[in-house]
């Protein structure tokens, strides 16, 4: 299921961070009286009356501006209206209605998303409920009114944007076909393996970084299964001018993640393995897909009969928080184990949607507990009492304690580690919920 995608954009200064913010519950997006604080695009999941959506903020639109940031900020907020189903377009009700505003509503006009036009700062309908009907001159909808610093109106504005949500980007899909992420930097091949898995040139391939504008879905058949490849447009390395500025595909990344069952992270062999690939990895991660990492390019390297270890510990070392990967070393020119990838993307699967008894992740439980005594604070000692497996893709557990607050990160990752020392779980996170019960519940 591909969630819908939401975007604020505005120019500078009018609240969307805040608005941001208050619809994703929690402070995410750099907030500061000053134009141009949000200068990269960030994402948030967010649900409205139990539909789910991703929520994007952008950086200001400046229409006119020959500012390299403001210039590279009207980009990247392009880019998040043209991936975005619904597009919320925030103005600023005590500035009142400026030319720059216009200019932005004619930006939407073109995209021919649906709009829903906020009007903040509205934190006294009494004193700037007139002001509101200005906005009706932007020819864009009727101006909804909102405060993002005390949260009021965000209801009337997101049932407004739920209307705009199609049927079927609620429903879960039928189609059963595995569905398989190709992310990574630009020009670490991520076209070039898909091409040579098809046998043509389906995606444009080009040595100039970020060639492939959109994501891409690709049939593959192999061994009588049908693959969907999804290729996503490159995240770019951040700008060297005068301040850093946010990737500007990671959108399309997001997206396409969310409609993956299986991320494979492509990684230059020449290049090697860096912090940017770490971030990239870190979306999959966080949502819990099945993930694999490719080293293409590897023919392009000089080797001995170390350096898949010492390229494999690299890696290791790098994307610490997600030691479950799998790791293969392919060549999208020579087609060099690029059979591999199909079956390691056949094990990550069968691990995402595994399950394992209630009785025998006890007994592991069980055993864990009594190899290394659980935490304990003031005298208090933290007790497991049950243990059961609730969720696939990811798998995910239950863990019932005594008390939540002792249950210790290190303690669930020592389970987790149990766990998979018993089943293995390759290639796809765990996640564990830890819920409260007294002994008397027993």
Partial sequence: MSKPIVAIVGRPNVGKSTLFNALAGGTISIVKDTPGVTRDRIY?????????????????????????????????????????????????????????????????????????????KVDSFQKFGNDVYEFYNLGIGEPIAVSAASRLGIGELLDEVAKHFRAEQLEEEDDDRPRIAIVGKPNVGKSSIINKLIGKNRVIVSDIAG????????????????????????????????????????????SAVERADVVVLVIDAVEGVTEQDAKIAGIAHDRGKGILVAVNKWDALEKTDKT??????????????????????????????????FELIDVVRQNQNMRVATGVLNEIMTEAVALQQPPSDKGKRLKLFYMTQVAVKPPTFVVFVNDKELMHFSYVRYL??????????????????????SGKEQ
């Fill in 308 to 341: 898949i270890y010492e390229y494999t510990k690299k890696i290791r070392d790098t994307l610490s928080f997600m030691q479950y990967a799998e790791v293969v070393f392919i060549s999208a020119v020579t087609g060099q184990r690029l059979s591999k990838l």
């Fill in 416 to 437: 987790e580690n149990k766990i998979r020392e018993t089943f293995g779980f390759k290639g796809t996170a765990l996640r564990f919920l830890i819920r409260e019960r």
């Fill in 211 to 254: 060639t492939t504008r959109d994501a891409v879905d690709t049939e593959v058949v192999y061994n009588g299964t049908e693959y969907v490849f999804i290729d996503t447009a490159g995240l770019r390395r951040k700008s060297r001018v005068k301040e850093d500025l946010e990737r500007y595909s990671i959108i399309r990344t997001v």
């Fill in 44 to 120: 948030a999941d967010c649900t409205w009356l139990d539909m789910n959506f991703t929520l994007i903020d952008t950086g200001g639109i400046e229409p006119d501006s020959k500012d390299i940031i403001l210039s590279q900020m009207r980009e990247q907020a392009q880019i998040a209206i043209d991936t975005a189903d619904v597009i919320i377009f925030i103005v600023d009700v005590r500035q009142g209605l400026v030319d720059s505003d216009s200019k932005v509503a004619d930006m939407l006009r073109r995209s021919t998303k649906p709009v829903v036009l906020a009007v903040n």
